[in-house]
């Protein structure tokens, strides 16, 4: 391979995790190339989510980076000057049943631990966070006023644009299509356009994940699913928090919804059972299910109309938690895949996770974090908050 073709790092896929990956890196000054199939940055799930960003967890891991990453989002104006429309509005999880109020107060005390700001509200004390939730019913629900939420579009261009500006390279319309590979070292990538050498590939890509693994022999349990989400017209701010409502119903599991610092309405709904597959074509079953849930919780909700459907992919682990980890199987490789429906709340604080990985400076606690974020985990336990 020739010299100008050597990089210190590749990172496959310019997405939620690679691109602030990228960023970290290059703030330490390595050289860094990132190349992703898609003509530009943040085209595959990252500009389908919706904006959310929480360490509202009950995986300690989870809580962990999503409050380093809270911070990096909160933050990034005032550090960087590029607006991401960072609006701290919190994020509540309703309870109308008694098996969810049970589930989220069995959570406070590890969310506590991990020093996320929680706490449990009764009825009367949600409604003066949320004023326009259905009453009836209504036994509760907790409240984390740091969450919040940004657009995804834009944090992921301000974390491209830092790390051009840093010196990384960014490859588009560039699709990985194998590893080079050595002595049981990875040495570089090959794409459809070139070869690449670098002695430490990380796998950021997203849906693609196990495919993308599966170049090196190793086998990832990364599934992407179908979610579908939407948004509404703008309206004037009536709305503080992300509402998520866990009460299963035929045909749909959770939905979450808020509104953005611009006045729309966000929403999102995991159906049920999931919908496998990397199709992302709109169904037209999902507007009538969602809207009848959002408009039973919030009934002011009714009136508003909505603007524009999307779908997009989670790329799903079997218990819900990243695969975050180097490989037994070929050295220099590590996975950043599998964020599930969390990579954009998850992104900087992975970004700073590899950042220290690929320098040898790995903490205590990032060394408990990896054990749960292990790619050879037995993958026996479950996110209760998906
Ligand atoms: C409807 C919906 C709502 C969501 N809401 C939220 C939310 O509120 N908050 C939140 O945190 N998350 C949310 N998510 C989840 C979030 O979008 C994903 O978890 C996140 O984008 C995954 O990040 P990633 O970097 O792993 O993947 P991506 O952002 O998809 O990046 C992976 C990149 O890799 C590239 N790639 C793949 N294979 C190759 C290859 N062989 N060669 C070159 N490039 C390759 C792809 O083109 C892609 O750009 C939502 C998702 C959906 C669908």
């Known amino acids: 391979m020739t010299t100008n073709k050597s990089f210190d790092v ?39 989510a919706i904006g959310g960003l929480r360490a509202t967890h009950s995986d300690p891991a989870k809580i962990r980076l999503c409050l380093r990453s809270l911070e990096v989002f909160a933050a990034w104006k005032e550090l960087h000057g590029d607006d991401i429309e960072w609006l701290k509005g919190g994020y509540s999880y309703v309870a109308y049943r008694p098996e969810e109020e049970r589930t989220l107060k069995e959570l406070l005390a590890v969310q506590k631990r991990y020093g996320l700001a929680i706490d449990w509200h009764d009825a009367a004390g949600l409604l003066r966070i949320i004023p326009d939730l259905n009453p009836d019913g209504l036994i509760g629900g907790t ?79 990364v599934r992407p699913d179908s979610h579908e989400a939407a948004v509404t017209e703008a309206v004037a701010r009536f709305l503080g928090p992300m509402v998520v409502d866990i009460r299963p119903v035929a045909g749909s599991a959770n939905y979450y919804f808020y509104q953005h610092a611009t006045g729309q309405v966000i ?39 909505i603007r524009r459907t999307w779908r997009g992919l989670y790329p799903m682990t079997p218990d819900g938690s990243p695969i975050v980890g180097w490989t037994r199987e070929l050295e220099g490789y590590l996975l950043a895949v599998g964020m599930c429906g969390q990579g954009f709340m998850l992104g900087p604080g992975i970004g700073e996770l590899i950042g220290r990985m690929v320098a040898g400076a790995t903490t205590e606690d990032d060394r408990e974090t990896l054990t749960y974020l292990s790619p050879y985990r037995e993958f026996k336990g479950q996110e209760k908050l998906k």
């Open 143 to 221: 409240f984390s006023p740091d969450d919040g939420n940004a657009s995804p579009l834009l944090a992921v261009h301000a974390f491209y644009r830092r790390a051009k500006s840093l010196g990384a390279v960014f490859h588009f319309g560039e699709r990985v299509t194998a590893l080079a590979v050595s002595g049981g070292r990875v040495t570089g990538v090959r794409t459809d356009k070139g070869e690449y050498g670098a002695a430490i590939v990380v796998n950021a890509a997203g849906p693609s994940g196990a495919e993308v693994a599966a170049l090196a022999g190793v086998d990832v349990p």
């Open 10 to 48: 590749i990172v496959v896929g310019a997405g939620s995790v690679g691109t602030p990956a990228a960023m970290t890196l290059s703030e330490a000054g390595l050289k860094v190339l990132v190349v992703d199939q898609c003509p530009s940055v943040g085209q595959g799930s990252n500009k389908r």
């Open 267 to 305: 929403f999102c709904i995991t159906p049920s059972p999931s919908i496998w597959g990397q199709d992302v074509r709109e169904t037209s079953s999902f507007l009538p299910m969602v809207a009848d849930r959002m408009v039973g919780l919030i009934p002011r909700l009714r009136n508003l109309r």
